[in-house]
């Protein structure tokens, strides 16, 4: 789960452990009634809204242009983001047949709320 190339608007090494517990909360919040929104511009709007609780992108876009402003809005609104290594992988623990370049998580059931605080956390400690 290493990224092959890493594109610019990486800014954080994830560790596969963390990267595999994004998608499984993601996959929790999915199963259980929860609420994300998918792809670039419903995440965007998350963002910008202040509804989006984390952001997870993928790191494999090309051209990177198309997430490049994501980590900015993030980081200003001080919504927590992470990134996960291919769209593919993002695209399957949201449960659609389709690739996913980002997605916001907005509403979190009970299920997933301690492991979304605990990658929150980590996250964060791994940006200091």
Known sequence: MRFKHKMSYVDIEIPDALKLKVLDVIKTVVEKQGRIKKGMNETTKAIERGVAK??????????????????AIATEKKVPYVFVS??????????????????????VPKEAEADLKDIVKKVADLRK
Do not use: F, R, W, Y
């Not at 952001?55 to 490049?68: F, L």
């Open 54 to 71: 984390l952001v997870v992108i993928s790191a494999d876009i090309s051209p990177a242009e198309i997430v490049m402003h994501l980590p």
């Open 86 to 107: 291919t769209k593919a992988e993002l695209g399957k623990a949201a449960q659609i047949n389709i690739p996913c370049s980002a997605l916001a998580v907005t509403l």
